[in-house]
């Protein structure tokens, strides 16, 4: 209410904090950053409970489909691999709740943190990240940034409406520190990666 | 409920995982005992937090569980903080950028609705928790909404949020286990990141027992959290509005961005079409460069985990969407022109005061009686009603392990001392405080009258420890054993050793 917002703001006005408050600079903090950023990805995400796929490279896609070993729909949101249902400007959120397996392709990955980006110009319908039971991700290597500072320096911020950081699957350890893959949204999280 | 699983849920090793948020070492709870209850509220009252604490206390199997629990989690903080060369630097930044941040909090503020609004958000203002309320409601009246998905918010829980949206017919389905446990127990949150830390496995068990139907002799974690999966996930997906909270809110992107473990934050709002951002005017900072050091920090102190398995940034509604954010004030104006407690908004709500406070992790955070428990509970709450939480900051050691651990280096344990002396020239002090201090101060302030009673507190030590020592000053130092008191005073021995061997060399 217009009201409130001019009584917030104003009141905020009327307060003084004592001393000088400049706007810090922030380093980058990635001079120990290592030349294999692939090596750290790995160790990261598996850390947060993610699944390295083994690359092949006579055949890029048969980890994918070997990955994919329960019934269900497939969705796929790369051109690399053939879902068994499509997306299309009709598709509403909830349409994806029967999906077993999703392949998505992450816009880029972190290190330090085992994370992956997703916008919504990579799950086409946003809810492709968290609906299915399962998520199999490509990451393009060359793709991997070090550090959290040096993945808010990436254009996607001020592109999409909407960006994730997905490290790892779903989890909870609400109930006595027990940690349970699946609390909500997905169950497993496996990454392969292929440019 | 069915009691089989899916296979991801079971270690294939039949070992227990611990990454995450999980604790480094299984913990599990080996008898069955009824829960200690919270504090007991008597309108506005002054809460008797050591009431509460006694009876936590005295339920032996929870008082263990909480504390191993909690310790567990400040251990895994420690061991995040020491792999991380620049840990004290991002310290001293996010300090200063809270700040920073707060000293031009009408400027943010502004810029932020600007951006905001300028990429499709709707943005709200609201003076309090009942003004927050008001706008939900009328934002889901107008639009036909019976059921609301949400995800945790403290700030929801300081306007009484879901007691509201009861009284007036709109079902709130909270989706974060912790916080699910809590609502299907109608109990407020415990902590600000495990809101159900002080039960059981087997009081949850009979919990969703009782309201989803689960087996009531099952009390394996894995099976309740899958139960609590199935009986919600058709309700997210019927929900006609979601709702989360906001951990940080960008200024100059007009961005928003939410930190969970379980992605119900991702689910609530993305799967209906509507989404409601209630937000706290303190969670606001500058720009991109700034919140790497934030979320660094966040689950690190928090868990002991790296980052929250989710970390979602929300920018603008989507193709079809709509999208609101409510930022509301709440007391935190006031509180900004407070000298000595205006810091205390730099807080980011990790619990990590509250995982290495001996009193909050042998009492449970519903001992507090109060929205935010533990130390920082214990400098926020007199700012909201400084009568009914006026014995609250008598509940510390004031062992400034809470400072010490603080992401953003909040003085925790000075802001204690502090309230206390407000609280006492406010007259804000209980009977029996008010007459051992003035007695306190009498002898403190003379030396003669202080020496003389030093032998006959040496006597209480040993002979008055209920009178003296146990009472409501000194909430913590029940079941604690006092160091043995010695024979003499300092002052005697003096005379004795020193003074005769002194005579001894002159002679």
Known sequence: MSGSREAILGAIRSTHLQGEHPRPAVPLFDQAAPADLKALFQKSLERMGGKMLLTDVADPMAPVRQAIVKPGPVVSCVPEFEGDMKITPHTKPTDIAPVEYAVLRAAFGVAETGSLCFTEKQLHVNTTGFLPQHLIVLLDPAQIVYNLHNAYQRPEWLQAHYAVFQSGPSATADIEGVLVHGAQ????????FQP | MTAELHEELTDPHGEQLDHGAASSRPLKS??????????????????????????FMAATEHEAMHDARLWDLRQKRDK?????????????????????TLSKLDYYLELF?????????????????????????????????????????????????????????????????????????????????VPAVHKLRTDVASVFAKT???????ADAHYLTECQREATRPLILSAQAGMTGGNFVVAETGTFVVCTNESNADLSANTPPLHIASIGIEKLIPGLNELPVFIRLLSRSALGSPITQYTSHFRGPREGGEMHVVLVDNGRSERLGMEKFWPGLKCIRCGACMNTCPVFRRSGGLSYGATYAGPIGLIIDPTFNVHKYRNLPYSSTMNGSCTNVCPVKINIHEQIADWRKTLAGEGEISPVKKVMMKAAGEVLASPVVYR?????????????????????LNTWGRKRDIPETPKQTFNEWYRRNRKSQGEGENS
Not at chain 2, 144 to 154: A, C, D, Q, T
């Open chain 1, 185 to 192: 949204g997905v169950r497993s999280l496996s990454v392969l």
């Open chain 2, 30 to 55: 080996r008898i069955s005992e009824p829960q200690p209850r919270g504090a007991k509220i008597r309108g506005n009252r002054p809460v008797d937090q050591s009431e509460a604490a006694n009876r």
């Open chain 2, 80 to 100: 995040e903080m020491h792999g991380i060369e620049e840990w004290e630097e991002l310290r001293n930044l996010a300090s200063g950028i809270k700040e920073h």
């Open chain 2, 113 to 193: 609705e600007k951006n905001a609004t300028a990429n499709g958000i709707k943005v709200h203002w609201a003076k309090d928790g009942a003004e927050h309320n008001a706008i939900v409601l009328e934002i889901l009246r107008s639009r036909g909404v019976e059921r609301l998905i949400k995800s945790k918010s403290m700030l929801t829980e300081e306007c009484g949020f879901r007691e509201f949206m009861a009284h007036n017919n709109v079902e709130v389905i909270e989706t974060d286990l912790g916080e699910r446990i809590q609502q299907l127990d109608d109990e407020a949150p415990s902590h600000v990141v």
């Open chain 2, 212 to 218: 989803i139907g689960s087996d009531p002799d099952n």
């Open chain 2, 452 to 472: 003389a009673s030093l032998p006959l507190g040496r006597s209480a030590l040993r002979h008055l420890p209920h009178f003296m020592l146990y009472n409501k």
